[in-house]
């Protein structure tokens, strides 16, 4: 099975794309790794409100 590059641009032009080189690939891999870095602190920050609640 063949493995495709896919990766995503958060700058213009934006979405989805096959990466066409190493520059385009690194690009690629730090937006998610940006991404899952925000959505992680995003889900800290709902966890610790949820405890100010008292629920969990």
């Known amino acids: 099975m063949k493995q495709v590059p896919i990766v995503a641009s958060r700058e213009k ?15 690629g891999i730090a937006a998610f790794e940006n991404q899952s870095k925000t959505m992680q602190k ?15």
Do not use: M
């Open 13 to 27: 032009p934006f979405g989805l794309y096959i990466a066409s080189d190493e520059e385009q690939f690194s690009k």
């Open 42 to 56: 995003n889900a800290e920050q709902l966890r610790n409100t949820h405890l100010k609640f008292g629920r969990c």
